[in-house]
């Protein structure tokens, strides 16, 4: 935890490296990801303050568009959400079946990388991002991070398949 605080304090010590963070923000990407402490997103990127926002979830689950969605109906309801019923609600999803085995070994990596584009999908039919696509932007892309290699791979439709970037 120390090195937590000691972060911290160190940042008070910037302020020209934050002030002008006070402005605003325009981020480049959405960057959506599992919320496994191992994926690092300013490592992949190595994005800055305010270059994107990121949305990380348990299993990079984007929920259906309106798809009463545990989170959102607990929210308008204004239900307590100590339980954190939304987690189960989410994985239900998208949580592909467990396959046995290996990081290195490729039924996994197939069972993982399956719902990394069921996601990428999903977000393409909420109608907010499909009405932007037609604009040419935003430009959606699904990586996926090799966390034994530290390898990234993207999803190239021309081959369906994931290569190295």
Known sequence: MQPLTDNARSRGQRPEEFAPLAAG???TALFITCSDA???????TAARPGEHVEL???GSIVPPYHSHCG???ALVRGDDLSGV???RDRLAHAAPDGV????DDP???????APVLAQLLRLR???CVDRRRTEGRPRLRSRYDEVHTGVVREYRTRTDSFDIL
């Open 107 to 113: 039924a996994v990596a197939d069972a993982v990388r």
């Open 100 to 103: 046995p085995g290996r990081p």
């Open 85 to 87: 019923p939304a987690v």
């Open 56 to 58: 990380r979830t348990a």
């Open 38 to 44: 191992r994926v690092a997103p300013a490592l992949l």
């Open 71 to 73: 989170a959102v109906g």
């Open 125 to 127: 039919s909420y109608p």
């Open 25 to 27: 923000q325009s981020p």
